[in-house]
């Protein structure tokens, strides 16, 4: 049986984020494929690479790392069996940490240099981690998507996990808040992948992730997206 | 002459046959060699901003076009882009262009209009057309 020490996921969603970092955190480490994910709940798809059909939500190993990217966006109803089903692993397999990537948008994105990453940790001593790591916490407010289920899993069950949200375009590929997110995820983790290359292909990296966006668009139309702008009930 | 009637369309609810056809369209063509770009339409109070992700294009070769309530963003690519292995139709794919056609909330005029590129981000911020007019209360 393998030991598994950290555990990372991402799906297409704001500024396809997750998605990105993982398939670059991926490639680096050339983590390989060990099982996939499936719902009667997933869009009826299957991806062909190189010839070969692969499912779309998939798992990478590594040494001590497993990876869990999504390859098309998750509806809304299918992200609860989904992040059940991840938090279920990750607890059977005593791991030390869940971390999900996503992003947060903001309306400057175009006026930011180096896109800032913000966190939540589930526990005081993650948290604690976190702030050592230079890695500023989400202070107020709301998570919508897998992550946010994700987290709600993970307190219910007991396993320690941490989000990273780097500030990205809400509907366009943002390869450079995916680098900022995998900076951050180096620090917290003590990984080295180096992000040179994906900021050097960024402008590639967008242009081909165009429909990929807008499908996720659409499904994120459908998520309470919109809410993540609201601020929470103060004394409940 | 048709572009103008076109132009002159109100934009409406998609009927069920369009929101099919629109979950279908492709996001290129392969006839005309060229990639439909990202891009949102946000309305302000007096003005319309439309922006467009433009990766791989210089400033100098993004031609935008205005027609009532239609924009027209065509944007040479600096390398043409060719997708291998990909799909059953077209085993090889090249592109050149950037290419989309953008139906406005309502009309808008050239006067005042301002476009930026920055980081191969098009914004082009347009004023509606004032149409505005006051009735007095007897």
């Known amino acids: 049986m393998i030991k598994v020490k950290y555990c990372i996921v991402g799906a297409p969603d704001v500024g396809l984020v997750g998605a990105i970092s993982l398939s670059y955190l991926i490639q680096s480490l050339k983590m390989e494929q060990m099982g996939y994910l499936e719902s009667d709940m997933f869009d009826p798809v299957i991806v062909v690479h190189q010839g070969v059909p692969e499912t779309p939500f998939r798992i990478y190993g590594k040494d001590d790392l497993v990876a869990f990217i999504s390859e098309i966006p998750l509806e809304p109803h299918s992200l609860f069996p989904v992040s059940r089903a991840i938090v279920d692993w990750a607890k059977s397999k005593n791991v030390e940490l869940l971390v999900s990537i996503s992003g947060v948008p903001i309306q400057n994105r175009l006026d930011v240099e180096v896109p800032q990453v913000f966190s939540v940790g589930t526990s005081p001593a993650i948290r604690d981690s976190l702030k050592k790591e230079d890695i500023e916490p989400f202070e107020e407010g709301f998570m919508a998507g897998l992550h946010g289920l994700v987290v709600r899993e993970c307190l219910k069950k007991g396993v320690a996990s941490a989000v990273l949200l780097a500030q990205s375009h809400l509907q366009y590929p943002d390869p450079g808040a995916a680098a900022s997110a995998i900076n951050a995820l180096n620090r917290l983790l003590g990984l080295k992948v180096d992000v040179k290359k994906l900021l050097e292909e960024e402008e590639e990296i967008r242009l081909k992730m165009r429909e990929l966006m807008q499908q996720t668009g659409r499904v994120m139309a459908e998520t309470p997206k919109t809410r993540e702008q609201g601020i929470p009930l103060m004394y409940a | ?138």
């Open chain 2, 1 to 138: 002459m048709a572009i103008e009637r076109r132009g002159r369309e109100r934009r409406r609810t998609l009927t069920p046959f369009e929101e099919y056809e629109e979950a279908f369209r492709t996001m290129w063509d392969a006839l005309e060699g060229s990639l439909e770009p990202l891009a949102q339409v946000e309305e302000y109070e007096k003005m319309i901003r439309v922006t467009a992700d433009l990766p791989l294009v210089h400033k100098q070769d993004i031609k935008i076009k205005v027609m009532d309530d239609i924009l027209d963003i065509e944007a040479k690519l600096n390398r043409c882009v060719t997708f291998d292995r990909w799909g059953t139709v077209q085993r090889r794919c090249e592109f050149r262009l950037f290419h989309k056609n953008i139906h406005l909330p309502t009309p808008v005029t050239t006067v005042g209009a301002k476009a930026t590129f920055k980081k191969g981000l098009l914004v082009v911020d347009l004023p509606k057309t004032v149409t505005e007019h006051e009735i007095k209360v007897e």
